[in-house]
């Protein structure tokens, strides 16, 4: 099946920080999601990107299907900004339907 | 706005009890689906279904049944529930093959516990 790897598991910022979370995938995908699960475990839908780049506020998200990666940068870090987030690919097939493989997230925090 | 909602968010149950998890859509979606989430394992694919009294097993189905009699119903059963089933369940749901419309939103989760 299709291998996800997010890069890095673990990242710890100061407020107002910039970063740039990573999603590497194993092949040909439909599409990709971002999410960012809250405190209580709720996944948030933050871009569904299957090429290109789209912006939301502070937080953007570049795909590069070809290349089989997909880049999330959140800009001026905020301690709201703080839990896990997760990068799924989509694929589906004519009776399967859409499935996602996710990858194993990366945790942030981010520190006052 | 997408709405997934999910019948309780927090559950205990005790082994060997026949536990159902109700995941309700409201925005028309074909495909429905439930995950579960634990510390280390990530988010599996339990089930799916894509259309209503469809399903299809996903990567951990066993131990789980599921139920579609409606469209914007999907349900998850635990025949007998066991403590190594104790973890979070989120239920998604999907348009199932529109251009550019295959995002899956997700419910707010329901923490189960078997004691």
């Known amino acids: 099946g299709i291998q996800v790897e997010q890069s890095p598991p673990d990242l710890i910022l100061q407020e107002g920080a910039n970063s740039t979370l990573r999603c590497n995938f194993s092949d040909s995908v439909n599409n990709l999601q971002w999410f960012h699960q809250n405190p209580w475990g709720q996944l948030i839908n933050l871009f569904y990107?299957?090429?290109g780049t789209k912006q939301n506020g502070r937080l953007s998200a570049t795909t590069v299907a070809t290349e089989r990666y997909s880049l999330l940068y959140i800009s001026s870090s905020q301690t709201t900004d703080s839990g896990v987030y997760f990068c799924?690919?989509?694929?589906?097939?004519?009776?399967?339907?859409?499935?996602?493989?996710f990858g194993e997230g990366t945790q942030l925090t981010v520190n006052p | 706005d997408v709405k997934v909602t999910q019948s309780s968010r927090y559950l205990v149950k005790r082994t060997g009890e026949k536990v159902f998890l109700e995941c309700v859509q409201d925005?028309?979606?074909?495909?429905m689906f439930w995950y579960r989430q634990d510390p280390g394992l990530g988010l599996r694919l339990i089930y799916f279904?894509?259309?209503?009294?469809?399903?299809e097993k996903g990567d951990i189905p066993e131990g789980y049944s599921v139920s579609r009699e409606k469209k914007e119903r999907f349900s998850l059963i635990l025949e007998s529930a066991s403590t190594n089933q104790t973890s979070m369940y989120l239920c998604a749901s999907s348009f199932r093959v529109r251009t550019g419309g295959n995002e899956q939103y997700f419910g707010p989760g329901t923490r189960l516990t078997v004691t």
């Open positions: 925005m028309d979606h074909e495909n």
């Open positions: 990107i299957p090429s």
């Open positions: 799924a690919v989509l694929y589906w097939g004519e009776t399967s339907g859409s499935r996602l493989t």
């Open positions: 279904s894509y259309d209503v009294k469809m399903k």
